[in-house]
T-cell receptor, first 113, second 115 residues
């Protein structure tokens, strides 16, 4: 079974700083997808960024980028120029095929003014 | 277009009561997923539909949990004889297809509190 581990329950940074959230996972699969989801206090889960395991190039979406280390089974999220609206729970997730997502425990990120 | 909607948004039930939670997926989305999110935890998979067929119900915690999607659109998650440990947010997600990766779009969730 796949597992996803987020070792940072909470993080807090000042506005405009860069912050990195960690995620490790365990799987015997070779082809899969990895995701970072954001869940603001309103609780609607929003996709931030995704990475296909067969792609070596790290995914980027504006201020969000990942560091995907397949051999180490590590998938960290970097948020550059952090904004107050980035305050949320962030979940790392794994998917094999087109089926269920397996989520980590989450990291509560607070951006301070 | 409208996103995934869920109703009710909040539900309080007395222990032993039956509850029904509704999910309206995005129109035309083939796949529908239910997740359970306990307080302070990540969501956990419950069950998955492709159209009206329930293809995976391995995450349902007990036979008190039942899900259906009879016409391949709206889905209902039913919990019989609710227990306090059923208190959680129940999230529904839908995606366009199942043959390859498609993004799952989440609803706002139903917060169930069992007293």
């Amino acid at each position: 079974a796949q597992t996803v581990t987020q070792s940072q329950p909470e993080m807090s940074v000042q506005e405009a700083e860069t912050v990195t959230l960690s995620c490790t996972y365990d799987t015997s699969e070779n082809n899969y997808y990895l995701f970072w989801y954001k869940q603001p206090p309103s609780r609607q889960m929003i996709l931030v960024i995704r990475q296909e395991a067969y792609k070596q190039q790290n995914a980027t979406e504006n201020r969000f980028s990942v560091n995907f280390q397949k051999a180490a089974k590590s998938f960290s999220l970097k948020i550059s120029d952090s904004q107050l609206g980035d305050t949320a729970m962030y979940f790392c997730a794994f998917m094999k095929g087109a089926q269920k997502l397996v989520f980590g425990q989450g990291t509560r990120l607070t951006i301070n003014p | 277009g409208a996103g995934v909607s869920q109703s009710p948004r909040y539900k309080v039930a007395k222990r032993g009561q039956d509850v029904a939670l509704r999910c309206d997926p995005i129109s035309g989305h083939v796949s529908l997923f239910w997740y359970q999110q306990a307080l302070g935890q990540g969501p956990e998979f419950l069950t998955y539909f492709q159209n009206e067929a329930q293809l995976d119900k391995s995450g349902l915690p007990s036979d008190r949990f039942f899900a259906e999607r009879p016409e391949g659109s709206v889905s209902t998650l039913k919990i019989q004889r609710t227990q306090q440990e059923d208190s959680a947010v129940y999230l529904c997600a839908s995606s366009r297809a199942w043959l390859s990766y498609n993004e799952q779009f989440f609803g706002p969730g139903t917060r169930l509190t069992v007293l």
